[in-house]
Structure formats: C-alpha cells, structure tokens
C-alpha cells in the first residue's frame, strides 16, 4: 500500500460513515465495511473512517467491539447543523483512497460488494460504480431504473440515473475534485442533491453493478432528520436551489427536463399525500407550493410532458389550488398503477419518452 504525505498507508478504498447518535447502529456498519471483500486497512485494501457529528468519538466508539474499534478512524466534527453534509464532506476531504464510498450509520454492505465493485472500477475505468441496493427485509430498492439488462457507460437521461439522488457504491476521488462535488451544508433536507446531479451530467463513466453485492439500507432508525415535517419553502429549498444553479441553467434541455421530471415525480407529487396525514394543508401552504412547482417547470420547459394522465391531473390541481380533496384524491389517484391513466404519457408525442410511464414501469420492474 502506498504511503500519503504523513506517513500513513494509503488504501484503495475508503469508507465514510456519519453518525450524530449513539444510538445508531455503528458496529453493524462497520463490521460489514470489514467482510467487504477487502482487507480493513491491508495492502490495497479498505480504511473506515467513522465522523462523529456534533457528539463525542468516545460516545461512538465505546459502542464499538474493541477490534473493529481500534482499526477504525474516529473524527469529530461539531458543526451544530442537523445535516449529514457537513460530516459526509469532511470525511471525504480527508479521504486519500482512489475511491471512495459513503455509508449511512444504520446501513450497511453485503459481504463482498467492495471487492467487486473494485473490480468493475479498474476493469472499465469507471468514474463511479452505482451500486445496487436492498432493503433490510430483502425488498430491492428500484433506483435507478436503468435499460434492461444495461450495466456500462450509462446515459443519464435514457438510464434515468436522476432518481438515484444518494451516490451509493463507489466514486473515483478524482472525479470529486474535477467536478468540485460537495454536499450542501446549508440545507436541511436534500442536501445531496446537487452532488448527485453534477455526478450523474458531468460527463463521466457512469457503470452499474448489476449482480454484485448490494448496499443494505437500514430500518431501524428512529431519528432521521428527513423525516421531520417541515415548511414549504424549507423542504423545497434544496430543488429551487438546483434549478437556480449557474451549472443546471447551463445544461442542455433534455438534461434539465430529466432532472425537473424526477424532481416532479418524486418530490412534488410525493409530497402530498404524506403532508395531509401530518396535518393537513393550509391556503398559504398550497400557494407556496404552486409557486415552487411553476419554478421548476420553467426551468425546464416541457419536464411534464411525459408524466402519465393522472400525474397530469395532479399537477393541474396544484397548480390551481381548488378544494383540497380534489388534490388529495389526484394523488391517491395517480399511485393506482396499471390503470391507463397512469400508463399513458400526458403528452402523445411522449409515449417513447424514457421518462413516459410504460418505459419507465417496466425498467423499475426489471431491475
């Protein structure tokens, strides 16, 4: 293993962990960075790197079996903000590896996945290796919803790499530096937006690690801060943050369009239903709420086209804030798949569209 300017061994991949709770399972974590596929801290193998956020490493580490704890690096960073940007970026800035891979506290890899998604890396020069993922349960997570059967040199409009938001797998260091990625400290929510964006259009070897060991998200945490209920403005600071971006406004249309309808799909729409169970709709609410919504379909000039009939319909009721269960009932209508208001593109020019529901349903399925 090569040595950095201190002295110290420089290994292939480096591992970053973010933690703010002792109560967060840190241990699991660990232990499946450790039966990864690559020696902890070995010859061209992989260092843990745990940042403990705004609470004590003595806190974090006495929770940690005493080997795997002596082998990993605990850093403390007090910053007072309630994000994981803050911490996620200062272990990947003291990150020396050749890639690099970040790792929520209560998840966790499947044994081998680091190993083989190095293998895929130096095989293709890959600037990142998405990996694939799984719930605890065993439930596939289906993002991104890439082509069939596509593993190599992914097109981030036809492979629909947008709906991956998190840079899961493995990401060459370097293409953190040449693209200046960071996550954005300064929000609340969303804060890995941007990193992601720049990632996936920034013109890089995107791959895919279909087959390989997965990444294991976590459920039983109890504290995520995304979870909160939040206003507005707060929760939608992170995409009108994105679209307001020199680097977005520059991007080529069907760039932005793809960004804009995930962010639709996904967030707007996603919104909804979950925001009336936590106590409803004001007036003032849906005002705030149609105005961010018209936002980001400027920016991105046709982004709904090819949304399905009964995302059209929820939009509308958006957008011209009427009786609140007429919104209510467009969003419950718009998660009824297989019916032909959700299978057909809004748009008739839109049917072949990646984003167009027929395209976009069956490659989820299939991944």
């Known amino acids: ?39 902890l801290n070995g010859p061209d193998g992989v260092r843990a790197t745990v940042v403990c956020h705004n609470i004590s490493p003595h806190e974090i580490s006495g929770n ?18 309630p994000s994981p940007a803050g911490p996620f970026n200062y272990g990947l800035a003291r990150a020396t590896a050749e890639f690099v891979c970040i790792l929520g506290s209560d998840d966790s890899l499947e044994p081998g996945a680091l ?23 065993g439930a596939p997570v289906r993002t991104p919803p890439v ?10 409009v036809k492979d629909r790499l947008s709906y991956r938001t998190a840079p899961l797998g493995l990401l060459r260091r370097s293409e953190i530096q040449r693209l200046g990625l960071e996550f954005s400290a300064d929000l609340r929510t969303g804060e890995d937006q941007i990193f992601s964006a720049k990632l996936w259009f920034g013109g890089g070897r995107i791959d895919y690690a279909r087959g390989t060991g997965k990444y294991v998200v976590g459920d039983d945490a109890r504290d995520r801060v995304t979870g909160q209920r939040r206003d507005i403005g707060e929760l939608f600071a992170f995409a009108l ?95 009824r798949f297989g019916r032909p208001q959700t299978m057909i593109a809004s748009s008739p020019t839109a049917q072949l569209d990646p984003e167009a529901p027929v395209r976009f349903m069956a490659a989820s399925a299939l991944l």
């Open 64 to 81: 940690v079996p005493p080997e795997l704890a002596s082998a990993t690096r605990f850093l403390e960073l007090r910053d007072g903000i």
């Open 147 to 156: 082509r069939v059967r596509r593993r190599f040199k992914l097109d981030p």
């Open 115 to 137: 190993r083989q998604w190095l293998e895929l890396a130096r095989t293709h020069s890959s600037a990142m290796v998405i990996a694939p993922q799984r719930h605890a349960g």
């Open 241 to 335: 943050e994105l679209v307001a971006d020199p680097w977005f406004v520059a991007l080529p249309l069907a760039h932005r369009r793809a960004l804009v309808t995930k962010l639709l799909r996904v967030h707007v729409f996603g919104v909804v239903l979950p925001r009336g169970e936590q106590g409803g709709w004001t007036d003032a609410d849906r005002a705030e709420f149609a105005q961010v919504t018209r936002t980001l379909l400027a920016a991105a000039p046709g982004a709904d086209r090819p949304l399905s009939l009964a995302d059209a319909r929820l939009l509308r009721s958006i957008l011209t804030p009427g009786p609140l269960a007429e919104m209510l009932a467009a969003a419950a209508g718009r998660r």
């Open 1 to 39: 293993m090569d040595k950095d300017a201190t002295g110290a061994a420089v290994p292939a991949v480096d591992v970053v962990i973010a933690v703010h709770s002792s109560t967060r399972p840190v241990a699991r974590a660990l232990s499946s960075v450790a039966a990864a596929g690559l020696e």
